[in-house]
């Protein structure tokens, strides 16, 4: 688990996160690296990634949905499209106000979505408020015991959390951070003592993603860039889900998707 925080050294670390969201300077820069090395972001392992989490995702039609740090709002939207009534939580004004903008002109119904402003250390909803939880690299940013209390306290019993997040010990992660330089200073990508955290204390589900792929996408992304499921690609998928099944090296991953389930009523 991530190292114990006081409250003001929380609060102090909000603050420099939403003014290093003050604009769309981060997500810019990140797209441009996108660009760079596309296979990095769509390859046969991520497929398979982006399959599973789909398959927990299940369907969102009539459900009660808190996108737990929003951004800009493209995810927020295509849960609307999919029928979801979707509350967006960020702590960046700028990114809550392209949302509102982005579903304004989209002529949605106002009463299927709200977009707000907010420490997702301190949920400002009623206990029990939301059947489903959907957060996409923003664990990272967090003081996990207290972000994962507040996540327990707002799910409805029997309802479910996902999680997308980047991993932190990965080599050549490691150096792409140092070089890349578009990070603000309180990311921490998940190491292995906040993966055992999470799967003890919350028992949450973990599905990998990169350990083998992420030096064969950066190289493919380069000589066979018009071919994102090359026979490379696809071998360096196989040996990694051999891996994954042997849980080798799981924190050397590049990705993974979390799953988290809060106990029914019963404790089941």
């Given at each position: ?8 050294a ?88 392209r ?13 299927r ?20 939880l ?50 603000t200073s ?8 906040d ?51 042997r ?11 979390l ?10």
């Amino acid at each position: 688990m991530s190292d114990p925080w006081t409250g003001e050294a929380i609060a102090a670390r909000v603050a420099r996160e939403r003014i290093a969201h003050q604009d769309s300077r981060i997500d810019d820069a990140l797209r441009r690296w996108w660009a760079v090395f596309p296979h990095v972001f769509s390859n046969p392992s991520m497929e398979n990634l982006g399959a599973f989490y789909v398959h927990e995702l299940g369907s969102v039609r009539g459900r009660r949905v808190l996108e737990y740090g929003c951004g800009q709002g493209d995810f927020a939207l295509w849960l609307l499209d999919q029928g979801a009534s979707v509350c967006g939580i960020d702590v960046s004004e700028f990114n809550i106000e392209r949302c509102r903008e982005k579903a304004e002109a989209r002529r949605l119904e106002p009463e299927r979505y709200s977009f707000m402003a907010m420490d997702a250390h301190t949920l400002n909803f009623p206990d029990s408020s939301f059947e489903l939880l959907l957060g996409n690299g923003i664990l990272h940013h967090l003081e996990l015991s207290v972000a994962m209390a507040e996540i327990d306290r707002v799910l409805k019993p029997g309802a479910k959390a996902l999680f997308q997040e980047p991993l932190g010990e990965n080599p050549i992660l490691k150096m792409y951070r140092k070089v890349a330089g578009i990070h603000t200073s309180d990311e921490r990508p998940l190491v292995r003592k906040d993966l055992d955290y999470l799967r003890t204390r919350w028992r949450m589900r973990v599905r990998y993603s990169g350990i083998v792929t992420l030096p064969f996408a950066i190289a493919t992304s380069i000589v066979l860039r018009p071919y994102p499921n090359n026979w490379l690609l696809r071998i360096a998928a196989g040996l990694e889900e051999r891996l994954h099944d042997r849980h080798t090296l799981d924190h050397w991953n590049r990705f993974a998707v979390l799953v988290y389930e809060k106990p029914k009523v019963d404790g089941t």
